[in-house]
């Protein structure tokens, strides 16, 4: 029987791009293996090397089961346009030698932008899993980096209906958008096993639902040693009553090692620094913490699937569905803590799951690619 092929390119970057890309390559794997399908879709997975630390990357790769990459671009950090520029004259090469139908790109990380940018310039067609979210602050360089994947991108896959009036606003027509749910869910419900069994609460001392889990990394949060100096104060007084446990981002632990709290990673008083967690840890913390305070925008999704209250410490957010459906709430410096009093004595779960994150995304996906050629 006849059979199409298909090849696409698979990007992943930093450390919130592995839970997106591992469910696609199992979606692309089931599809080949199912009877009856009259396409067969081939994928190179390319890392650009953005994040690269072991528990930055690698401890991703083996939680999560993606296999390794079949090129690493080894671009690491640098200045915003040091860092897109890197990844662009190094990726442009593997496009032209592996001549792919489409290119996968996810999220909104520099190496998202990048990788689109090659590929709008060589013709090549783009699909962007995530598209169509927007925080409307153009200060933050995800924004910059999602308006521009967007509007480069052949395939706009989103993952709420909000998404989908972003771009309808921005003149993106509807046949290029495929509303497919959220793929961080399909990640999580296909680990859902292996987070329950993770023993970090043992390990840390935590009882359950009786901890606030926090993780802080955005430049407008972190990068001020001040603005820093009054969050961990802030966070210091909240562990007088119940144990806080901080993963701490390099980004984060650049200026903390500037501030008292620097090189005594441990637990001062209630609060307890730890080196970076894998994604297994993690979620068992985020599905177990009476709270979640965080800017990550992973953990506000996270923590709407498993309904935990969750602060989001940032005057806006890409994610308002977490919002309006979910349990997430902005939060600033100068109300954190009654805002953290608030919810920690309301109701033990909050909100309600928001419609396609059902641990299906990436079948949709892979379905509605095999279908475009
Ligand atoms: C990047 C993404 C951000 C995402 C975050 C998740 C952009 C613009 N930002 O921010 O959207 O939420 O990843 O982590 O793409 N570093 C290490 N080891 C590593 C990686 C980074 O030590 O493996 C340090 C370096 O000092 C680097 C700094 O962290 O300069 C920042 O890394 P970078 O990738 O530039 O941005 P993130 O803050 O991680």
Known sequence: MYQKMIKLILVVGARPNFMKIAPLIKAINNHNDSDGKNSRIKYRLVHTGQHYDNNMSDIFFQELDIPKPDINLGVGSGSHAEQTAKIMLAFEPICLK??????????????TVACALVCAKLGIK???????????????????????????SDLLFTPSEDANENLAVEGIPASKIRFVGNIMIDSLVQKLPLIERSTILEALGLPPSNF??????????????????????????????????FPVHPRTEKILNELSFGKTHGNLNGLNLLDPIGYIDSLNL???????????????????YFRTPCLTLRPN???PITIKLGSNRLTD????LCDVQQLLSGPLKLGQIPPLWDGKTSERIICELAKAI
């Open 98 to 111: 592996e001549k792919p139908d489409w290119v996968v790109v996810v999220g909104d990380v520099n190496s």
């Open 126 to 152: 783009l699909a962007h899993v995530e598209a169509g979210l927007r925080s409307f602050d153009r200060t933050m360089p995800e924004e910059i980096n999602r308006l521009v994947t967007d509007a480069l």
């Open 212 to 245: 606030i889990y926090v993780t802080l990394h955005r430049p407008k949060n972190v990068d001020n040693k001040n603005n820093l100096k009054n969050i961990m104060d802030c966070l210091q007084e909240i562990a007088v009553d119940i144990p806080v446990v």
């Open 286 to 304: 985020a599905a177990n913490a009476r709270l979640v305070i965080t800017d990550s925008g992973g953990l506000q999704e996270e923590t709407t």
């Open 317 to 319: 957010t890409e994610w």
């Open 333 to 336: 410096l100068p109300n954190l």
